[in-house]
């Protein structure tokens, strides 16, 4: 078992910025891919962000990209997900999500989430 507990959500100004992490504990030596999704009131979940646990390769979601960065501190088990020049549109509850095995993809486990809440 995988646990997931997010941090560092918050109310911030638009064009603020962020930093979310999310602390793996529990089988996470078998950790292929870390991601972040988010779910704004009365959407669906989306993707965000993802990086292979290994090489540190990443993906975003054309909507924050050049905005948010994703990256992680093996020795913590730890995903962060920095967030610049937030907009309004930005808000939701983020969630991080470990898929353990690799191809095909299957986000496996979930935290909690963390509210991010970006004022006009």
């Known amino acids: 078992q995988v646990q997931l507990v997010e941090s560092g959500g918050g109310l911030v100004q638009a064009g603020g910025s962020l930093r979310l992490s999310c602390a793996a504990s529990?089988?996470?030596?078998?950790?292929?891919?870390m991601g972040w999704f988010r779910q704004a009131p009365g959407k669906e979940r989306e993707f965000v962000a993802a990086?292979?646990?290994?090489?540190?390769?990443?993906n975003y979601a054309d909507s924050v990209k050049g905005r948010f960065t994703i990256s992680r501190d093996n020795a913590k088990n730890t995903v962060y997900l920095q967030m610049d020049s937030l907009k309004p549109e930005d808000t939701a509850v983020y969630y991080c999500?470990?898929?353990?095995?690799?191809?095909?993809?299957?986000?496996?486990?979930w935290g909690q989430g963390t509210q991010v809440t970006v004022s006009a």
């Open positions: 999500a470990q898929d353990p095995s690799g191809p095909p993809i299957e986000w496996d486990y």
């Open positions: 529990g089988r996470t030596f078998s950790s292929y891919r």
């Open positions: 990086i292979k646990w290994n090489s540190g390769n990443s």
